[in-house]
């Protein structure tokens, strides 16, 4: 359902559902909420850890993971992305070559005597480093099978660092196996970025469940911090419904801010840069600078 949506009102006036929002909704169908320029820190630490989750790939997890890592890096945030997906797209997205990676994380996870902060890399972007993976990182999956505290693994290696940063993003992969559940056991938050389509929609239950799961039995302060709509495209009739049916089911823990289609983010990433850096006046750059701010205005309202 690609078709541009009609525009005229009915008999009585009455605009039809699928037209464009009123110019006092923003996309999502609320008032538009003006989120302040964060304050900058006059300290660092202890880190919030966010597990960006979604079993369904293609939704711009790592897109996500990237981008709002380094607007939260420009509004003076120290910040750690967490590659835990074996296809490395998060390490790639930045620049880095997975095959050549001499130590990953998946070194850490199953080499006591390394440190995580042994393999940290400086990223392009003031304040935010990255802890890298690649292939390997699928070989863990088997092996921390008979590790006792199995889903605590990442949790482990990360808490050393917590100290250091104000932020840790976690890019988990598409799937719901133990690497996503060692995700969602050291995760303070989760943030869910969803595609405006339909079957994205279905997965959110299932997502859910497991989140459930792991409260019950490993974290049980662990909770979906909020969802996310990503690549929106207000021209279509089904995009905006399937936004609307998002915040009809989930009201304020979606985001009000939605992140658009654009050619830029496939720039990005050849280009090993975030769009605040590679395109910082674009619309995605924007959009991921709202995030930012608003994230914030959500994590660090009593920071002191």
Known sequence: MNDVAPSKPDAAGVLPFD???????????????DFPKPKRLDHHGP???????????GVGKTTTTINLGAALADYGRRVLLVDFDPQGALSVGLGLDAHDLELSIYNVLMDPSLRAADIVQKTPIDGMDLLPANIDLSAAEIQLVTEVGRE???GRILKPLAADYDLMLIDCQPSLGLLTVNALTAADGVVVPLECEYFALRGVALLQETIEKVRDRLNPDLEIEGLLATMYDSRTVHGREVLSRLVEAFGDKVFHTVIGRTVRFPETTVAGLPITSFAPSSRGASAYRQLAREVLARWEPARP
């Open 19 to 33: 037209t464009e929002p009123e110019l006092d909704l923003g996309p999502t169908r609320r008032p538009p909420v």
């Open 47 to 57: 880190a919030r850890i966010v597990a960006m989750c979604n079993q369904k790939g």
């Open 152 to 154: 605590q693994a990442l």
